[in-house]
T-cell receptor
Framework: EAGVAQSPRYKIIEKRQSVAFWCNPI?????LYWYQQILGQGPKLLIQ????????DSQLPKDRFSAERLKGVDSTLKIQPAKLEDSAVYLC??????????????FGPGTRLTVL | QKEVEQDPGPLSVPEGAIVSLNCTYS??????FMWYRQYSRKGPELLMY????GNKEDGRFTAQVDKSSKYISLFIRDSQPSDSATYLC????????????FGSGTQLTVLP
């Protein structure tokens, strides 16, 4: 079974530039999550999708971050404009379901963003 | 106060040692408790998953949950150099939206 795919793996940009990350979840997984992991901290949920609908985006800084999951499969996360404090690893995860035994979240390798 | 507190370490032990990793939490509504292992430049991978209080064993790993004390532990027996990683505790509320709340992670190094 193929895992969660993310690209790019690394990105360096200057502040005020825009950047986009892409995630392809495990086939058949209805739920997709984007997390931000700042160095030395645990992942923090930014947004959760169930199919192509948003379940929770309460911690997404909506003035600069946006995400979409068209057709309920792939997802993109965008930052525009980027700030220095956005430097982090952006992790995508997917799960079969949000309740019951299919709740386990499988994580991709992440995109490491450096904002200069 | 953070919802989940975890000693960041770093923790360094000799091969074969028993390792104890711990987290405390403040929200008594948490019902599901997990331990993730994260190797350098990789995403977290699920190690152990427990529901409510009690113990769960899987090979060299044992997870303990004490809801009365709001305290969870992960024990690693006969630790190996391949266990060197960051260990993250995570927990969720019951219900349909399983948002994980993570600890900050403990960096473990097992020396050969």
């Amino acid at each position: 079974e193929a895992g969660v795919a993310q690209s790019p793996r690394y990105k360096i940009i200057e502040k005020r530039q825009s950047v986009a990350f892409w995630c392809n979840p495990i086939s058949g997984h209805a739920t997709l999550y984007w997390y931000q992991q700042i160095l030395g901290q645990g992942p923090k949920l930014l947004i959760q999708f169930q199919n192509n609908g948003v379940v929770d985006d309460s911690q997404l800084p909506k003035d600069r971050f946006s995400a979409e999951r068209l057709k309920g499969v792939d997802s993109t996360l965008k930052i525009q404009p980027a700030k220095l404090e956005d430097s982090a690893v952006y992790l995508c995860a997917s799960s079969l379901a949000t309740s019951g035994s299919g709740n386990e979240q499988f994580f991709g390798p992440g995109t490491r963003l450096t904002v200069l | 106060q953070k919802e989940v507190e975890q000693d960041p370490g770093p923790l360094s032990v000799p091969e074969g040692a028993i390792v104890s990793l711990n987290c405390t939490y403040s929200n008594s509504a948490f019902q599901y408790f997990m331990w993730y292992r994260q190797y350098s430049r990789k995403g977290p991978e699920l190690l152990m998953y427990t529901y409510s209080s009690g113990n769960k064993e899987d090979g060299r790993f044992t997870a303990q949950v004490d809801k009365s004390s709001k305290y969870i532990s992960l024990f690693i027996r006969d630790s190996q150099p391949s266990d060197s990683a960051t260990y993250l505790c995570a927990m969720t509320l019951s219900g349909s939206a399983r948002q994980l709340t993570f600890g900050s992670g403990t960096q473990l190094t097992v020396l050969p």
